[in-house]
């Protein structure tokens, strides 16, 4: 198991930016993929961005492509959303969790517990 703590979150205008942080705890981070979940009020968790275990393979949801982009630092066991253009639509608790793979969309599932979150707003 890994414990994973999120950061980052907060309020921000159309077309801002932001950056999300995850810290994660256990020696399974550096081996793992991971990934970044969103949920917004009143609907399912969604899978947002992926990256596997050496960070040089991402993905990313059609919604975000282009004004997201995850990184990975595995001497830090840390996770990065780097999130450009935000929309109203973005408005939603960011959360990471490792998945099994980011090949697939078998593969978006979290492995872990889930965190509490960071809370992003996005006002139009």
């Known amino acids: 198991q890994v414990q994973l703590v999120e950061s980052g979150g907060g309020l921000v205008q159309t077309g801002g930016s932001l950056r999300l942080s995850c810290a994660a705890s256990g020696r399974t981070f550096t081996i793992a993929a991971m990934g970044w979940f969103r949920q917004a009020p009143g609907k399912e968790r969604e899978f947002v961005a992926g990256?596997?275990?050496?960070?040089?393979?991402?993905y990313y949801a059609d919604s975000v492509k282009g004004r997201f982009t995850i990184s990975r630092d595995n001497a830090k066991s840390t996770m990065a959303l780097q999130m450009n253009s935000l929309r109203p639509e973005d408005t939603a608790v960011y959360y990471c969790?490792?998945?099994?793979?980011?090949?697939?969309?078998?593969?978006?599932?979290?492995?872990?517990?889930w965190g509490q979150g960071t809370l992003v707003t996005v006002s139009s």
């Open positions: 969790n490792r998945i099994p793979r980011i090949d697939t969309p078998q593969g978006f599932q979290a492995l872990d517990a």
């Open positions: 990256i596997n275990w050496t960070g040089f393979r991402v």
